[in-house]
């Protein structure tokens, strides 16, 4: 070895580390970009599993929550019914009525209006008007049209008070009907 000149061992030397640097860098950095690489691919399928499940579950809230407010909204509107029904059956007291009234009422009995009999009550009753509360609702009008209606027996009446009698026996105002019926003429003024 004394036949190589002293300057060109640093050369080799160097040379041989400049290759085994570059190829040991090569290999470190190769290595470690394909793991990242790797991680990051797992990572972004894991968040796309996750962004459809999440997708799937916010489906299925929004359909709960959608039939959860379909009920509600049908449940608010039998309750609101109820609660009319039941209006209309606590304004009713039928001790008030035989009280102050003088005679025993039965809740919605039309007849109970000066100029309504049987058959003009079952008139109103073909016609879906079938308490007090809806009578003393319908206009004028419609009342001497189911009347006209019926034929000339029944268009003679005159029921321009029977909503405002219906009107006093809804409210339960029992002594306030009876004086005025007691000034009506065959329910008339």
């Known amino acids: 070895m004394n036949n ?59 359909a709960e929550l959608n039939t959860l407010k379909s009920e509600v909204d049908n449940n608010t509107q039998s309750f609101s019914s ?36 049987p058959k003009i009550e079952e008139l109103f009753h073909n016609v879906g008007i079938k308490t007090w509360k809806q009578l003393s609702e319908t206009p004028l009008e419609k009342l001497q049209s189911v009347l006209d209606n019926a034929g000339s027996r029944f268009a003679m009446h005159n029921p321009s008070t029977w909503a405002k009698q219906c009107l006093y026996a809804y409210q339960g105002k029992w002594k306030e009907l009876k004086e005025w019926q007691k000034t009506l003429n065959s329910g008339k003024e």
């Open 82 to 117: 109820n609660i009319t029904n039941k209006t209309a059956s606590i304004l009713f007291d039928s001790s008030n009525a035989l009280l102050n009234y003088g005679k025993k009422v039965k809740e919605d009995d039309l007849k109970i209006v000066e100029g309504i009999g």
């Open 4 to 62: 190589l000149p002293c300057f060109l061992i640093p050369i080799i030397v160097g040379v041989i580390s400049a290759i085994l640097g570059y190829l040991l860098g090569k290999m470190l950095s190769g290595g470690n970009n394909n793991k990242i690489d790797l991680n990051l691919q797992g990572d972004l399928t894991a968040c796309h599993d996750n962004n459809s499940k999440l997708k799937a579950t916010i489906s299925s809230i929004t």
